[in-house]
């Protein structure tokens, strides 16, 4: 486990304005999953040491990024993203309640565990009329999203694929109707409904917040 700030991958964009702040980390390919761990929660406790702080206290972190591969470096020294590894990338604040961060790397014992987010699920639009791209953020219980669905006043309800990280799309024609989503937790396959998340006059850059979140 080393230390750095992240974010990227996920497409969360700023930790600090869309909440996650410096409790995160990017994963290693095996623990990345192509994207579908993107705002999962894990509890991480640095063991067996000298660098561990005092008391081996634990800290949770949200995964925010991925960790890519490093093939010019052998896995045991250099290479910690390389898979089969399951390594934790974390932002130096985080890092620093485990552990001194002038150690670089220390071994963790580590779990999932179930998110605690305020509020609803955010969407933030990027796209036009006819295409439209959401990242989904703040997703409360198993943190992630397997499925999703968009659905227009004048539509039935469209399945979105899968882009990158926590992004969805969806090739239709949604302009000028208030939105809703159907999503299904990629962890814990519950479904849920956030019913018009957006007015009619929604727009690209602008983020959407239901009334409704995993528990």
């Known amino acids: 486990m080393q230390w750095r700030y992240t974010g990227g991958a996920c497409g969360y964009g ?9 409790d995160t980390a990017a994963l290693s390919t095996t623990l990345f999953q ?14 067996n ?7 081996s206290p634990i800290t949770t972190i ?23 590894r399951s390594h934790f ?21 580590y779990r999932r565990v179930g998110c605690n987010k305020k509020g609803g699920i955010r969407f933030k639009f990027e796209g036009n009329g006819y295409w439209v791209l959401v990242y989904v953020m703040n997703v409360g219980g198993g943190g992630d999203v397997a499925n999703m669905w968009v659905k227009g006043s004048k539509t039935n309800w469209i399945s979105m694929s899968h882009n990158w990280g926590a992004s969805y799309q969806a090739f239709a ?16 396959h519950q479904l849920l409904i956030a ?9 690209p ?11």
Do not use: E
């Open 49 to 55: 040491s000298k660098w561990c702080n005092k008391g």
């Open 34 to 47: 192509n994207g579908y761990a993107c705002g999962q929660c894990f509890q991480l406790r640095c063991v």
């Open 195 to 203: 019913n018009y998340v957006t007015p009619a006059n929604w727009q």
């Open 173 to 188: 024609t949604l302009g000028g109707q208030p939105l809703s989503f159907k999503i299904t937790s990629y962890t814990s």
């Open 62 to 84: 949200t995964a925010t990024n991925l960790c890519p591969p490093n093939w010019s470096q052998d896995s045991n020294n250099g290479g910690w993203c390389n898979p089969p």
């Open 14 to 22: 700023n930790l600090f304005n869309t909440g996650y702040g410096t």
């Open 205 to 215: 850059g602008m983020t959407y917040t239901a009334n409704v979140n995993f528990q």
């Open 89 to 109: 990338d974390m932002a130096k604040p985080a890092f620093m309640k485990i552990a001194q961060w002038t150690a670089g790397i220390v071994p963790v014992t």
